[in-house]
Structure formats: C-alpha cells, structure tokens
T-cell receptor
Framework: NAGVTQTPKFRILKIGQSMTLQCTQD?????MYWYRQDPGMGLKLIYY???????DKGEVPNGYNVSRSTTEDFPLRLELAAPSQTSVYFC????????????FGPGTRLLVL | QKEVEQNSGPLSVPEGAIASLNCTYS??????FFWYRQYSGKSPELIMS????GDKEDGRFTAQLNKASQYVSLLIRDSQPSDSATYLC????????????FGTGTSLTVIP
C-alpha cells in the first residue's frame, strides 16, 4: 500500500493564481482531511470529508474548496492565491471510528509570492 | 473552540535521560488522545494512542492519561538523539467526523 500520497511536493504560485493540491489514499478510509501547518504552529483543519460526496468546513476554510467524488481522492482547490496561504499542506485519512489514528501524506509546500 | 495546550519548549535532555512532554485539553467530550512525532520537513507519524485513564507503555514510550484533570503526557525513556523532533499532542472530537485538534507541539532535542 502506498498509504496517502500528495502532489505536488512543492509549488510556487503568484498572487491571484489558482491550483489544485491532489490527495489520494489506498487504504479504503472513509474519512479524509486537509490541514495546513504554518512555521512553529500546530495543524489547522481546513476541510474534511466523511465519505464520497460529503464534505464539511474545518477551522480555517476561507480561500479553499474541496470535492470528494470517490473514496480515494480528496483534492483541495485554492482560488485566487494570497500570501497568507503560504504554508505546508497535509492530507490525512482515517477509518470511521473515534479510536482510529489519522494517517498523513508527505505534504505539499506552497509558496505564494 | 477546543483548545489543546503544549509547552512549546524547546526541551533539551541528555542522551539516556527521560524526556517528559505534557498536554492539556479543554473538552471533556474528547475520548481518544494521540501523540505524533514530526521530524523537520516531514509529516506527523503516530507514536502512541491512549483512550483510558492510566498508563500505556510501548517500548521506550509511555503515555499517561488523566481525564479528570484533562491532562495527557508522554514519557520517553533512554532518550536517543534520533528522538529529537517536535511532538504533537492531538485529541479527537467524536461528534464531527472524528476531527482532531492539535497542540502547537513541543520541540525536543536529545544531546549526545
């Protein structure tokens, strides 16, 4: 199993550009999550999904959109990139029960200039 | 808003010593508690999970949970330089998609 994979690893965007961060998991997890991590900070939840076709906002959703058309994929869309979106983005997935850990992808480092 | 508090450190211990990492949380509803290790530039990886009051041991790691005091800790015995990393405490919210709330992490340096 590859686990959780993310692409790209690193990207530089200009202010106002858009992009999609890709996330795929092959563990048949129902739950998937997008986090951002700023330097010296913990992880902040952007969006999450409890299954295909179901998404919900986390703590910091502004400026982002998501979709979940399949169990495996959970892309994160940035529209009109801003310098405040410079961060490291992690995708994670888990089984449905509360005692299950979340498994993280390797992250995407995004720089908005 | 659920709060998870950790001492940011940095915490430095000599090789072979015990490192003690602490975490408090605000929500009594939380049922599951996790410690993740994050090396610089890498993603978090699970070290320990604990669900019941008391101690849980796994090799050199011991997690301690006190739900009445809303406190969870991680002890690392016989600390090694490879343990140098940031340790993130996470608590779950079982009512909303098993959301996790993370502390800001404690930076640990083990000095050879």
């Amino acid at each position: 199993n590859a686990g959780v994979t993310q692409t790209p690893k690193f990207r530089i965007l200009k202010i106002g550009q858009s992009m999609t961060l890709q996330c795929t998991q092959d563990m048949n997890h129902n739950y998937m999550y997008w986090y951002r991590q700023d330097p010296g900070m913990g992880l902040k939840l952007i969006y999450y999904s409890v299954g295909a076709g179901i998404t919900d906002k986390g703590e910091v959703p502004n400026g982002y959109n998501v979709s979940r058309s399949t169990t495996e994929d959970f892309p994160l869309r940035l529209e009109l990139a801003a310098p405040s979106q410079t961060s490291v983005y992690f995708c994670a997935s888990s089984y449905s029960t509360s005692q299950e850990t979340q498994y993280f992808g390797p992250g995407t480092r995004l720089l908005v200039l | 808003q659920k709060e998870v508090e950790q001492n940011s450190g940095p915490l430095s211990v000599p090789e072979g010593a015990i490192a003690s990492l602490n975490c408090t949380y605000s929500d009594r509803v939380s049922q599951s508690f996790f410690w993740y290790r994050q090396y610089s530039g890498k993603s978090p990886e699970l070290i320990m999970s604990i669900y019941s009051n008391g101690d849980k041991e796994d090799g050199r790691f011991t997690a301690q949970l006190n739900k009445a005091s809303q406190y969870v800790s991680l002890l690392i015995r016989d600390s090694q330089p490879s343990d140098s990393a940031t340790y993130l405490c996470a608590v779950n919210d079982p009512g909303t998609g098993n959301q996790f709330y993370f502390g800001t992490g404690t930076s640990l340096t083990v000095i050879p």
